[in-house]
């Protein structure tokens, strides 16, 4: 069974901290791992990764894959209040194509 | 602007009566997939599809069914709703060639009382 694994659960900082959400998985054929971020509403799509050891970047984000290790992180510098949401990852993989397997999340809140 | 919209966006029934949740999307893609998001287990599939007239089994799909008559429409059926089926649900698309960078609807957030 495809598994992904988010950590930490939860996260709180103060604007300006650096932070780093992690992520784990197990998937057979495995094709690609996506971020998400999802304020109140629908997750929206961050960053697709699907080579090990390049770095994906978008302003303040940055996301990066070991294939080897089977895990990403993702990094957001100098954060502000308007990055709180839940961050999710997911992997594409298995034997049906265009799946999703998600993660549990990890919800990120930053105090000003 | 292209869109996926879902109805209702919230919805309070009872244990046992039949539910339908609307998603239209005017993407135009070819793959639509349902979700539920519960605290602690993240977005877990329900159903999906390819194109019209092909329907999948997700991870969870117990309880639920789906159809696809056109390309715009996937409607979610629980067939006798249950108080473990209270959770908020996501519709969502990706187009072929990019099948993994799925779009998401608002949500309709079900409770089953």
């Known amino acids: 069974e495809d598994k992904v694994v988010q950590s930490p659960l939860s996260l709180v900082v103060h604007e300006g901290d650096t932070v780093t959400l992690n992520c784990s998985y197990e998937?057979?054929?495995?094709?690609?791992l996506l971020w998400y971020k999802q304020e109140k509403k629908a997750p929206t799509f961050l960053f697709m990764l699907?080579?090990?050891?390049i770095e994906k970047k978008s302003g303040r984000l940055s996301s990066i894959l070991d294939k080897k290790e089977l895990f990403s992180i993702l990094n957001i510098t100098a954060t502000q209040t308007g990055d709180s949401a839940i961050y999710l990852c997911?992997?594409?993989?298995?034997?049906?194509?265009?799946?999703?397997?998600f993660g549990q999340g990890t919800i990120l809140t930053v105090h000003p | 602007d292209a869109e996926i919209t879902q109805s209702p966006r919230h919805k309070i029934t009872e244990t046992g009566r039949q539910v339908t949740l609307a998603c239209h999307q005017t993407?135009?893609?070819?793959?639509m997939f349902w979700y539920r998001q519960d605290l602690g287990h993240g977005l877990r599939l329900i159903h999906y599809?390819?194109?019209?007239?092909?329907?999948n089994k997700g991870e969870v799909s117990d309880g639920y069914s789906v159809s696809r008559s056109n390309t715009e429409d996937l409607p979610l059926t629980l067939e006798s709703a249950a108080s473990s089926q209270t959770s908020v649900y996501f519709c969502?698309?990706?187009?072929?060639?990019?099948?993994?960078?799925?779009?998401f609807g608002p949500g309709t957030r079900l409770t089953v009382t």
């Open positions: 969502a698309t990706s187009e072929g060639g990019r099948e993994y960078e799925q779009y």
């Open positions: 998937v057979t054929n495995f094709r690609s």
């Open positions: 699907t080579s090990s050891g």
């Open positions: 997911a992997v594409a993989g298995g034997t049906s194509y265009g799946k999703l397997t």
């Open positions: 993407w135009n893609h070819n793959n």
């Open positions: 599809s390819y194109g019209v007239q092909d329907t």
